[in-house]
C-alpha cells in the first residue's frame, strides 16, 4: 500500500494535540498501516511542542518539525510537504472542524487514479454570519479575477499525490497562497462535500484583520487584474474629462462662462484623490510582495526535527 502522511500545522493548540490523535488515528488506519503524522509546531508560546514530544515519544509515527519562529500557516504547510516523503499527503487544521471520517473517502478517491482530493463544505453553521458572508464574497471576488479559480467553499483539507505535491513545492514564491497554489499545480481533481464542525477545544487563532490581510494577500498572489483595472478606469475617466473639457470649451464661445459652484469643484477634486490614493495603493501592495520576493529569504526557518 501507498504511505500516507498527514500534515498538522499547529499555533498554540496544546488543548488538540491529544484530542487530534484519537480522532484522526482510526481513520489513517482504515486506509493503510504504513502512515506518518508530521505535526509542525508554528512557534507556539504554550505547551503545545511539549505535548507533541510527549506523543512523539509514545507513538514513533508521530513526528514534529518545529519552527524556530511563528511564520504563519501557509509557510508552515510548506515546511510539512518539504519534509514528507509519503505516496499520498492528507493537509488539515488542528481543530478538528474539518472531520477526520471523510479521510477513507479522501483515500478511495486517490486509488481511484484521482491525484488532487479536496473537501467542499457544504454546512458552514459552525460558522459565524459575518465569516460566512465574508468568505462567499472572497470566492466570489477570487473567482471573478483569478484565472484559475478556487473550488468553492474548499479549503487546505484535501488530499494530494506525491506528483502533485512535488508540482506545489517547485513553485519559488515566498509569499504563498497555499489554496491558490493547489488550484493551480491541477492534475485529476476531486471533491468530497462535507459538513464543518465546531472547533473542539481552544480558540481559533485567526481575527478579521488577519482574515483581510490573507485575503488580499490571495488576490495580489494570483492575478494582475486589480492593476488593469484601474488602468481601462482611468482610461475611461480620461474619455469623460476630454468630452466635458470640449463641452465646457463649447459653452465659453457660445455664452459665455459664468462661474461654476465651489461644492461641485471641490467634491470632484476629492474623489479623484481618493481614486489616486486608492490606485497608489494597490501599485503598494504588489510592490512590497515584489520587495519581499527578491529577497529571496527562505519561507520558514526550522529549529528541530523529531522521529525523522
Not at 471576488?141 to 512535488?166: K, Q
Not at 490606485?279 to 528541530?304: C, H, M, Q
Request: charged share 20%; with cysteine.
Amino acid at each position: 500500500m501507498p504511505r500516507l502522511a498527514v500534515i498538522v500545522p499547529m499555533h498554540n493548540e496544546q488543548e488538540m494535540a491529544e484530542l487530534f490523535l484519537a480522532r484522526v488515528l482510526p481513520a489513517a488506519k482504515q486506509c493503510t498501516n504504513d502512515f506518518e503524522f508530521i505535526f509542525v509546531n508554528d512557534g507556539s508560546t504554550d505547551d503545545t511542542l511539549a505535548r507533541l514530544k510527549a506523543a512523539a515519544n509514545e507513538h514513533p509515527f508521530v513526528k514534529i518539525v518545529s519552527l524556530s519562529r511563528n511564520f504563519g500557516k501557509e509557510a508552515a504547510v510548506t515546511a510539512g510537504l518539504e519534509n514528507s516523503s509519503a505516496d499520498a499527503v492528507i493537509i488539515m487544521d488542528a481543530d478538528l472542524q474539518d472531520p477526520p471520517e471523510i479521510i477513507p473517502l479522501f483515500w478511495e478517491k486517490f486509488q481511484q487514479g484521482f491525484e488532487n482530493v479536496y473537501g467542499v463544505r457544504t454546512d458552514r453553521g459552525a460558522d459565524s454570519f459575518l465569516k460566512r458572508i465574508t468568505a462567499q464574497t472572497f470566492y466570489k471576488i477570487y473567482n471573478l479575477l483569478a484565472d484559475t479559480p478556487l473550488p468553492y467553499n474548499a479549503g487546505d483539507f484535501r488530499l494530494m499525490s506525491r506528483r502533485a505535491v512535488n508540482a506545489v513545492l517547485a513553485l519559488p514564491e515566498r509569499e504563498r497562497f497555499m489554496k491558490g497554489l493547489f488550484s493551480w499545480v491541477g492534475y485529476k481533481s476531486a471533491a468530497v462535500p462535507f459538513c464543518r464542525a465546531p472547533r473542539e477545544a481552544g480558540k481559533s487563532k485567526w481575527n478579521y484583520w488577519r482574515l483581510w490581510n490573507f485575503a488580499l494577500n490571495g488576490l495580489t498572489a494570483s492575478t494582475t487584474v486589480p492593476l488593469k483595472l484601474w488602468t481601462y478606469f482611468g482610461m475611461t475617466v480620461s474619455l469623460f474629462a476630454f468630452v466635458f473639457a470640449a463641452w465646457t470649451a463649447y459653452k465659453k464661445i457660445i455664452w459665455g462662462n459664468p462661474v461654476s459652484g465651489y461644492t461641485s469643484l471641490m467634491v470632484v477634486i476629492l474623489f479623484f484623490s481618493g481614486v489616486q490614493l486608492i490606485t497608489l495603493g494597490i501599485i503598494g501592495e504588489y510592490l512590497s510582495r515584489i520587495f519581499i520576493e527578491v529577497k529571496r529569504r527562505p519561507a520558514y526557518l526550522i529549529d528541530e526535527k523529531i522521529n525523522f
